[in-house]
């Protein structure tokens, strides 16, 4: 389904979006999409993709003679959890987003054009980012000085597409942004990416959004401040960019004020159902005493 003013136009993909289900509020749609993760999760390792000890002897003998196969059951379940969450990320994001905004998607393209120029600058600026030159300091991310720099270029209009992982478009404010969510610790070549995806749609003609953000769905260093994963700050400057979101500040921009608190609230009620479950059905130990003191904070 395709949108737009006549200088660009919004292309919808009902396929990647019709997995979502409609909620009334953002502590069900929290509860409901991490709940249905883990069944799924449960039921692999348990029934349709168990660990099992005589595969993994004839497959890896090796491994097998060298290390317990108790260190390989928990890397199989750690495989199957990982990617999964990956998911759950952007589901999560269109649920919360859809109650509170009216209007949130993921893999929506957004077609139009951006000045030749500009788009010489954007390569100009990740080129600077990535490779230092002889003779000059290394340049150092700055995301307002970069975004003036490549708005001022203009030029010829070159066609122009861009797929967003997410993009809201607020009836509760009117305003179009679009969302670059990767996981808390992102590899260089896709942050990259994102940030080139950022500077095309906000120099686009017509406008299309106002604004790009590159958005981290919790922060593994506790504070802001602390963000210290160097592939990504290669890329941004994760402590002062305006363009950055971690965590809190996502969620409640996505969601609404306290989105966070509740996203928190719902993880940490169902890990205490789902942690006795891993302990007594996959590892098939009873739980310790404190088995449910780590929370999520």
Known sequence: MAKGNGSFFFFFDK?????????VTVSEAIRDIVQTMMDKVMDKVLITDPFIPEVHHSNKPLYAALVPDEIFKDAHFERRFVTPFGHAWEKLAVAVGTVYHGSCTKGTTIEGTVGKESLRRIEEVLSRLEHKIKGEKKQKPDWKAELDYILAGGGE????????????????????????????LPDSDQTKVSKQKMFKLLAMEGHPIDMAYYA????????????????????????????VLIGEELWDLIGGEGTYAHFIEEINKL?????????????????????DKNKLR
């Not at 396929?15 to 409609?22: G, L, P, T, V």
């Not at 179009?176 to 808390?184: A, I, Q, R, V, Y």
């Not at 260093?221 to 994760?238: I, Q, T």
Request: glycine share 6%; with cysteine.
């Open 271 to 291: 890990g205490v159902h789902y942690k006795e479950r891993i302990y007594r059905e996959f590892l098939g130990i009873e739980p310790p005493e404190d088995f």
């Open 15 to 23: 396929d990647k979006n019709q997995d979502i289900a409609e909620y």
């Open 157 to 184: 209009p070159i066609p122009t597409s861009v797929t967003c992982d997410i993009l809201i478009q607020s009836k509760r404010t009117g305003k179009t942004c679009s969302f670059e969510l990767k996981g808390p």
């Open 216 to 243: 981290l769905p919790y922060n593994p260093y506790g504070k802001r401040e602390n963000y210290n994963w160097p592939f990504a700050e290669r890329w941004f400057n994760m402590k002062e960019d305006p363009s």
